[in-house]
Nanobody
């Protein structure tokens, strides 16, 4: 089992560039594929970005490509999401999540929230216009 704790959210002006972090504890962090998801009020949980166990492969939702960057440091058991050029529609609770390294390497294997086993409590990001 792995325990996840997000940090770095808050109130940000449109165009801002906050960095979210996720600290992992428990089982070996490198055993897991990691992802970021978000959920806005009244909406379903939405895929943001994901990264393979080694960090060699990354995946992004179309609306985040070019603005967000996911990264991990297996030595420090941390996951990060650098967000740039934020828009009011990026306002949501952001969650980090972990899933087993088993399974295929397709975009679908990384982007479906139903495939993730462990979740953090979430961190609120609010973007003001």
């Amino acid at each position: 089992q792995v325990h996840l704790v997000e940090s770095g959210g808050g109130l940000v002006q449109a165009g801002g560039s906050p960095r979210l972090s996720c600290a992992a504890s428990g089982r070996t962090f490198s055993r897991y594929r990691m992802g970021w998801f978000r959920q806005a009020p009244g909406k379903e949980r939405e895929f943001v970005a994901a990264i393979s166990w080694s960090g060699a492969n990354t995946y992004y939702a179309d609306s985040m490509k070019g603005r967000f960057t996911i990264s991990r440091d297996n030595a420090k058991n941390t996951l990060a999401l650098q967000m740039n050029d934020l828009k009011p529609e990026d306002t949501a609770v952001y969650y980090c999540a972990a899933r087993s390294v088993d399974g295929g390497s397709s975009y679908a294997a990384y982007s479906s929230f139903r495939l993730y086993d462990y979740w953090g409590q979430g961190t609120q990001v609010t973007v003001s216009s």
